[in-house]
């Protein structure tokens, strides 16, 4: 296992989680990170994405300004702080690297993938 996310669980409606993504056998520092999300029968989804150097950040319009992505390249970690959460963002969370050294949305540019952590938030 390259890339291991964990943090999730429980939590109600406005409260806060913070998943962490732990990078073992290689440093992804010079890649772009992402997490991505898939609730049950729906297609998996970008949630944030960071570049190497985190200058650049991107998010998903339906997370944007409740979510921030980090990382700390020394640790080779990269985190998911989620706040004021809602029940539509139950889902299993998902931690990826890119081929490229900046952020993407696309599924298709990240070529490491954890084994996800499920978040479930209740209303």
């Known amino acids: 296992v390259q890339l291991q996310a964990s943090g999730g669980g429980l939590v109600q409606a406005g409260g806060s989680l913070r998943l962490a993504c732990a990078a073992s056998r290689r440093t992804f520092s010079n890649n772009g990170m992402g997490w991505f999300r898939q609730a049950p029968g729906k297609e998996r989804e970008f949630v944030a994405g960071l570049s190497w150097n985190s200058a650049r950040q991107s998010y998903a319009d339906s997370v944007k300004g409740r979510f921030t992505i980090s990382r700390d390249n020394a640790k080779n970690m990269v985190y998911l702080q989620m706040n004021s959460l809602k029940p539509e963002d139950t889902a299993v969370y998902y931690c990826?690297?890119?081929?490229?050294?900046?952020?993407?949305?696309?599924?298709?540019?990240?070529?490491?993938w954890g084994q996800g952590t499920l978040v479930t938030v209740s209303s």
């Open positions: 990826a690297a890119s081929r490229y050294a900046v952020d993407s949305s696309s599924t298709s540019d990240y070529n490491y």
